[in-house]
């Protein structure tokens, strides 16, 4: 049975990049382990746990997976349960998971036990993925002195929609001002962004990139397309390695517009 480790920030994740993601996973029936930096429980963005009619563009929640729904109830006990970032062991594990919202830009891109984890993962052949703030993480990564995410096509939420979130007010005060700009991060990481996702955030906000071992979304709504495609990554057949050495099964862009 496959595992996957999700690391959640203490300072505002997005209730939906969480809920929806950890729902795909848990009716495939995968084992889960959900891990925060000092294994204190996860703090979710106020404004993600709003019910909101503009829940459609990830603006919100609807009523159908707020926290105070059963499998909301059953989501929020695990999450009193989590363990410390240190007790991760990046060799049980075959994919990791990282929720968005702008309180991990405070807590988890950062974070360099985190990224040595990470190294280790991608080393192992395992997949990476995660959605709107989290994904520059990745780019802070390096191996053999090289950024992991060089060359690989990724995204996140991106900078211009995030700016005109701030300015209608959209953006809890509490994460002002952004201490990164989650775009920046990936491209000093040598991540290829497309211009296409300020539109796709927009009109798509569903839509994934996926480079392996990278699987990525735009926001909110991305974050189940992402889990569904981790996945089905983990169902190919894929070489996995254990003498520190990248695997040889980079794959090219594959854009997904669900």
Not at 28 to 56: I, N, R
């Amino acid at each position: 049975m496959p595992r996957i480790a999700m690391v959640i920030s203490t300072v505002g994740y997005h209730w939906e990049e969480l809920f929806a993601a950890y729902d795909v996973f848990e009716q495939a029936g995968v084992g889960l382990e959900l891990y925060t930096v000092d294994g204190s429980p996860p703090k979710p963005d106020p404004l993600s746990v709003k019910k909101s009619p503009l829940f459609m563009v990830g603006l919100g929640v609807s009523a159908a997976i707020a926290p105070d729904t059963d499998k909301g109830i059953a989501l929020r006990g695990r999450l009193l349960e989590v363990a410390p970032l240190s007790a991760l062991d990046p060799s049980r594990v075959d994919a990791i998971y990282l929720p968005g919202g702008h309180g991990c830009l405070f807590d988890i891109n950062t974070n360099a036990t985190l990224h040595r984890k990470i190294a280790d993962l991608f080393s192992r052949g395992a997949i990476l993925s995660g959605v709107c703030h989290a994904t520059s993480t990745f780019s802070y990564v390096t191996v053999n002195g090289q950024p992991i995410t060089r060359g690989h096509a990724l995204t996140g939420f991106p900078n211009p929609l995030d700016q005109t979130l701030i300015r209608l007010g959209l953006v809890h005060p509490e994460f002002l001002p952004l201490p990164l700009i989650n775009d920046d991060e990936l491209r000093r990481g040598g991540a290829k962004l497309s211009k296409r996702d300020v539109l796709g955030a927009t009109l798509n906000p569903r839509t994934t990139r996926i480079s392996l071992p990278f699987i990525t979304g735009v926001g909110p709504k991305a974050a189940a397309p992402v889990a569904q495609a981790v996945l089905e990554a983990l169902n190919e057949e894929r070489p996995r390695v254990t003498n520190g050495a990248a695997p040889h099964n980079k794959q090219p862009e594959v854009p997904r517009v669900s």
